[in-house]
C-alpha cells in the first residue's frame, strides 16, 4: 500500500462519515472486551439489527452494545446506564432525553 493509497482511503472514510453514509467504529483488541467489565451512561441512540448504540459524553464518543449481553430491551431515547459484569449488562433506567426547542 503507498502513502497516496492509504489517503485516498482516509479521504473516502472522511467524506462517507461527514455525509452520515458511515459511522465511526472503534474495535476493541479482542471481540468481547467491551462487554467484559465496566459502566456505561448515556441515551440510546439507534438499534440496528442486533446492536445498539449509546452516546457516553459530551465529545458524542459512541459504544455499541449487544442486544443479547443485555439483561432487557432498551428503547432508542432512553438514558441509560448499562453496567458490564461477566459478559452480561445489567441496564438500569436513568430516563428520557427531553428535547429543548428555542
Do not use: W
Not at 59 to 69: C, I, K, M, P, W
Not at 83 to 92: A, E, I, L, Q, S
Request: proline residues 3%.
Amino acid at each position: 500500500m503507498s502513502f497516496q493509497d492509504l489517503a485516498d482511503i482516509a479521504t473516502f472514510v472522511a467524506d462517507g462519515l461527514h455525509r452520515r453514509e458511515r459511522q465511526q467504529q472503534i474495535f476493541p483488541v479482542r471481540d468481547n472486551d467491551q462487554f467484559c467489565d465496566g459502566t456505561y451512561i448515556g441515551p440510546i441512540l439507534d438499534i440496528e439489527r442486533d446492536v445498539a448504540q449509546q452516546r457516553i459524553n459530551r465529545q458524542g464518543d459512541v459504544v455499541r452494545h449487544s442486544l443479547e449481553a443485555l439483561g432487557r430491551p432498551v428503547k432508542v431515547g432512553e438514558v441509560v446506564e448499562i453496567n458490564y459484569r461477566d459478559d452480561r449488562g445489567r441496564v438500569t433506567d436513568i430516563g428520557v432525553v427531553r428535547g429543548i426547542e428555542k
